[in-house]
């Protein structure tokens, strides 16, 4: 992609700056070993979308996907579609896909339900997996519906929740280990985009014998995260961010195998039954995985996120990972350059290993930034008080689109 | 419609029986209110359809709805949308128009989650509303997944199931009223059709102190079922029976206004929150009904009921009840001239004001008899070991589809 070049400022500097930066966007754009990728997504024209990590763009598989979903599977197969088109599997199916992007092995996620749903229903799970123990360890930065639902199962099975950085885990655990039953955080904090260590953390729980729920809501898709490698026990996430299912697209959750036949939920829905359609009087979970099943599950929205993940299909993660890191380390170069005596501070890691896939700026003016941002075709988003967030999908994003933004920000501001 | 009677009977009386009652057919259709509805909906050619308690046929409002959410909502609007087009209020919008078909006041009912979510969330508030009272009386012959959360609550919530069947309600109350806090049915039977007293069952509740949570997947949309006239309390309910919501479409929860300040739900997610946007640590819930909301609904499936629901605009509840009743009716007077020899037992109640929009009928080879009935263009279903069920949908169903139905049958096991 090429950039026209708008200079509003009379400094010379900033001039030279800035052709030197488009340069390199051009360049580095045309080496991106994932460049055909955008085709993929039906981006509007001529607009920045750095908003990937709230809701990814439209797939260019998704409409026609959807349309046969609707005319073909329900308005002609009507009620023989839950078996002859695959909807009754469709939960399971599509949570291998999800789980080849987690690195987890065949037979361990599901798709269905909201992530808020999710979350209550695995850390219930794995509290009465480690039933005796009275603490549940979590992020005092959280997102809010974890923090919430973490607070609801503490009071429904009596137990106490501890927050703690997630930095000083280990710390913590070698504190009061002996009584933590679930260690639950976030693999990307969702304000400052800053990635958490996920192995580590993992590995501190298991020493200290409790077991690890993740939230991988603002990494999967953007990263490879290598569940099974680290031993994870249970992860959680969304699939409407960097793995662009639409809006409100069902949520996942990973189970490993070794829990399987020991893991009981509290949402015992007739989809997660041994043998559903004996509609027997009794729940008896199924074998595996399925058991995290709960309802119906609303198959348009399940459909649609179906057809999204073909965006993945033959995409290496650890390639995806690399252009990530090259379109926000971009970024935050064109911040330091271009916008470091603009008020702004970047408020994400800069050591690569430490940042998720997306960038958050801190400025005073944040909450108005963002609308005047997107009167100018740069959409980003705001977290209160002071925190714009620039997310990159390193499937559809350019070096152009970062350098784009940090002009339009030094435009609106100088 | 006009109806081609095949005969593959010798015997004269049967003959006259069917030009007789194929006659009747067309008459009642003919003189049938809500016959324009049915061109609200996209109905494969020369399809019997008699499955929309299962699965409702798909709206001729819902292609071009879906479509337009998809290219211009999510794939022009982005993450604007979420307000731009009123994603946001889409639950309390949808549950207002679901609300007016349940005879509930406005701000009594929200949609989202699955019928399985719903119920536990509700059922884990109610029995919190009479925190105290150890018993919750439920249907032995209630749904599966209706069975199943009712023991999971009891189990989390340290209390004890009891089952006595609606019609014994009264007389369970009147010996063990003061135990129970949550009288749990469903407004059909599922399997036999049967509707059951809600009037009656919530006062004789009421009168024990206890509150009610009414299922009702199998009644709404097919009869006007006067929520707040009852005095209920709760209820929940799919919406891909008779709202044709499609397929996993979200479900509902109805909160009688009385109980909104004093409901508290163990999934506590941040949709749920006053003040979703501030992102504050710990949960305050919204007022009135948003309370009920819980994560990220599935936006497409959601928008996708909603275009659904306008094949009701303008449809009179009593007059659609009038409809199910000529059509059910009608229905079970051809299977008694001719099926009555052929081993089918009627297994739904004759008496009107006992019956819901369906038929059963029990018969030793019901489970054969549903593929072959499917391979002639006639579609129901089976629930094991002996029962076929007819669901009959007032806007799109008709007399002639009641008698096809019936003489394939009776070709089959003639």
Chains 1, 2 share one sequence.
């Not at 099974?228 to 409407?240: K, L, M």
């Not at 004996?278 to 008896?284: E, L, N, R, S």
């Not at 916008?339 to 890691?349: D, H, K, R």
């Not at 209160?384 to 967030?389: N, S």
Request: proline share 6%; net charge negative.
């Amino acid at each position: 992609m090429g950039i026209t070049v708008t200079v509003t400022t009379s400094n010379a500097d900033v001039d030279a700056t800035l052709v030197e930066l488009a340069g390199r966007a051009a360049k580095l754009d045309a080496d991106n070993a994932l460049a055909h990728t955008r085709e993929r997504f039906l981006i509007p024209p001529n607009l920045v979308y750095l908003d990937g990590n709230s809701l990814g763009v439209l797939p260019a598989a998704v409409p026609a996907a959807v349309d046969d979903a609707v005319r073909r599977q329900w308005g002609s197969g009507l009620i023989s579609s839950w078996f002859e088109e695959g909807w009754w599997e469709a939960p399971l199916r599509i949570g291998e896909r999800i789980g080849a992007l987690l690195g987890a092995a065949p037979g361990q996620v599901v798709a269905g339900d909201s992530t808020s749903v999710q979350l209550f229903n695995t850390l219930m799970a794995a509290a009465r997996l480690r039933s005796g123990r009275r603490v549940l360890l979590t992020d005092p930065g959280h997102f809010p519906t974890d923090a919430y639902l973490t607070d609801s199962v503490a009071e429904l099975l009596g137990l106490e929740v501890r927050r703690a950085p997630a930095a000083d885990v280990p710390a913590t655990l070698a504190e009061i280990g002996s009584d933590v039953g679930v260690v639950s955080y976030p693999i990307v904090d969702y304000r400052t985009g800053e990635r958490w260590d996920l192995p580590g953390i993992t590995r501190a729980a298991h020493e200290a014998g409790a077991v690890v729920v993740w939230d991988l809501c603002h990494g999967a898709g953007a990263m490879p995260i290598g569940l099974d490698e680290a031993e994870v026990d249970f992860a959680v996430g969304c699939t409407y961010k960097y793995l662009s299912g639409g809006p409100g697209s069902p949520a996942y959750v990973y189970i490993a195998a070794r829990h399987h036949d020991a893991v009981r939920h509290p949402l015992t829905g007739w989809h997660g039954h041994a043998d559903p359609f004996a509609m027997q009087d009794a729940y008896k979970p199924a074998d595996g995985i399925a058991r995290a099943r709960v309802g119906c599950p609303p198959m348009l929205s399940l459909l649609t996120l179906e057809a999204a993940l073909t965006a993945f299909d033959g995409v290496d993660l650890s390639e995806l990972r690399a252009v990530s890191l090259s379109l926000t380390s971009f970024f935050i170069e064109c911040c330091d350059a271009l916008l470091s005596e603009q008020g702004f501070e970047v408020a994400t890691p800069r050591a690569a290993e430490r940042r998720g896939s997306q960038v958050a700026l801190r400025h005073r003016d944040a909450v108005q930034l963002v609308p005047q941002l997107a009167k100018r075709s740069v959409v980003c988003d705001k977290r209160e008080p002071d925190v714009l967030r620039f997310g990159f999908n390193a499937l559809y994003n350019t070096h152009s689109d970062a350098l784009t933004a940090v002009r339009t920000l030094r435009d609106l501001v100088g």
